[in-house]
C-alpha cells in the first residue's frame, strides 16, 4: 500500500520529467501544447516549428539588457520637468538645494512634489 501523498509526488515527478525532456505541460510527445510554443499543425497536415531563439541566443540578449543596467541605465527626465523643483521650493537653478527646505517642503508638499524631493534625495546618493 503506498502512501497517500505519493500519487502527488508522482504526478509531479512526471511534470518535471516531461519539462526537462521539452514537451510542454497540457501536450503530449505527438501534439504538444499550443499555449507554450510547440509545433503547430498546417492545414495541409505538415508540422511547422516556431523560429524562436535558442538558449545562447536568450542568453546574448540578456547580457547586452543587464550590461546596459550595470552602466547605471541613465536618468530620463522630461525636458519640462527638469527644473520643476527648483521652481517649487523657489531656489535658483544650478545652486543646491539644502538638505533642510526639502525635508520642511515634504511635509505639506503635493504627492507629486514629494515624489520629486524624494527622487532629488535618493539623487544625491549616486555617483553621477
Known amino acids: 500500500m503506498t502512501h497517500p501523498a505519493q500519487k502527488h509526488v508522482d504526478a509531479t515527478r512526471k ?3 516531461a519539462f526537462i525532456e521539452g ?3 497540457g501536450g503530449s510527445i505527438n501534439r504538444p501544447g499550443r499555449k507554450f510554443g510547440g ?3 498546417k492545414s495541409d497536415g505538415q508540422s511547422t516549428v516556431d523560429n524562436e531563439p535558442g538558449p545562447a541566443e536568450r542568453h546574448e540578449h540578456n547580457s547586452e539588457m543587464f550590461s ?3 552602466k547605471g541605465g541613465g536618468i530620463h527626465i522630461k525636458p519640462s520637468h527638469k ?4 521652481r517649487e521650493l523657489g531656489v535658483p537653478q544650478g545652486e543646491k538645494i539644502p538638505a533642510a527646505k526639502m ?4 511635509a505639506h508638499a503635493s504627492p507629486a512634489e514629494r515624489k520629486r524631493i524624494t527622487f532629488a534625495e535618493n539623487a544625491r ?4
Open 15 to 17: 511534470r518535471q520529467k
Open 23 to 25: 514537451r510542454a505541460r
Open 39 to 41: 509545433a503547430a499543425e
Open 68 to 70: 546596459s543596467y550595470a
Open 83 to 86: 527644473g520643476m523643483l527648483h
Open 103 to 106: 525635508e520642511a517642503a515634504k
Open 125 to 128: 546618493k549616486w555617483n553621477h
